[in-house]
């Protein structure tokens, strides 16, 4: 039997440039599942993104999934695309053990909790109050280069990496401080300033952009109190659910969100294409 992909639109040409295409996995003529891929809207045209696989229940397990994988590689790079990159579900483990036999690897995951209705208490000592337009400056120039530098070390190149961070603090910041529904906040032990928290509250959860401890002040415990800080902060608003991303590799922030009890949403992942 032969799994092939079949086009079921024309190529599409977004007013930006990103391109798209829906396409049926076909096994000899029979529908079996479905493929869209596109460009990517903000790494350009030489990235792809798997942005849906499915293959019918009665036809898994059978190699299908695979075949329709990597005819999506061989669309993309006749798109003169250089790296693909999808999202796989947290609770698809087989889905997850496909894309890594591929030579797909794990760049970051999206977690979520659901919190409590009763907010935590900070540690005696630690207190958050609003990050003030003096820290704001300093904090904001860090911040576009630490993210940009997340993405430069998980194989995205520099300028791919540096309009991602551009683009995605202008979007998320469009009015600074005064931006509605975020929080951006300093966290003080002892009157001291040891973190900082960059928190959204919008939507249907709320949404941890940015968590650091101060360096010199590591591995005290100030981590989890900005944690903590994030859900006083996200009950107060109202939100009970709350999300956050996490590069592969940062260890310590990992067991940190898993003791806190958040679990994966989704894992993202690429691979260079050759």
Not at 212 to 222: K, N, Q, S, T
Not at 226 to 236: G, K, S, T
Request: glycine share 10%.
């Amino acid at each position: 039997m032969t799994t092939t992909l079949r086009p079921t639109e024309p190529l599409q040409r977004a007013a930006d440039g990103v391109l798209s295409r829906h396409f049926q996995v076909c096994v000899n003529s029979r529908p079996v599942g479905a493929v869209h891929l596109a460009t990517h809207p903000v790494f350009g045209p030489t990235v792809a993104d798997i942005l849906d696989l499915r293959i019918e229940e009665p036809d898994r397990r059978r190699g299908r999934g695979t075949v329709a994988a990597l005819a999506a590689e061989e669309v993309a790079r006749g798109w003169g695309c250089k790296r693909i990159e999808l999202t796989v579900p947290g609770d698809a483990e087989p889905a997850l053990r496909l894309a890594t036999a591929l030579g797909y690897v794990h760049r970051n995951r999206r977690l979520r909790k659901r919190l409590p209705a009763t907010p935590p208490e900070l540690p005696a000592g630690s207190r958050g109050r609003p990050m003030t337009e003096a820290e704001f400056g300093p904090w904001l120039e860090y911040g576009k280069a630490h993210y940009a530098q997340s993405w430069i070390d998980r194989g995205v190149p520099e300028d791919q990496a540096r309009t991602k961070s551009e683009s995605d603090h202008a979007r998320l910041l469009p009015q600074g401080l005064a931006t509605e529904n975020t929080l951006i906040s300093v966290l003080e032990h002892e009157g001291t300033a040891v973190g900082t928290l960059w928190l959204s509250v919008e939507g249907e959860r709320a949404y941890v952009f940015d968590v650091e401890a101060d360096e010199r002040f590591r591995g005290r415990g100030h981590g989890r109190s900005l944690m903590l800080l994030a859900e006083v902060q996200a009950l107060a608003a109202g939100q009970r659910d709350i999300g956050l991303n996490v590069f592969a590799g940062n260890t310590p922030a990992e067991r940190l969100y898993e003791s806190l009890g958040y679990e994966p949403e989704s894992y993202v992942m690429y691979k260079d294409l050759l």
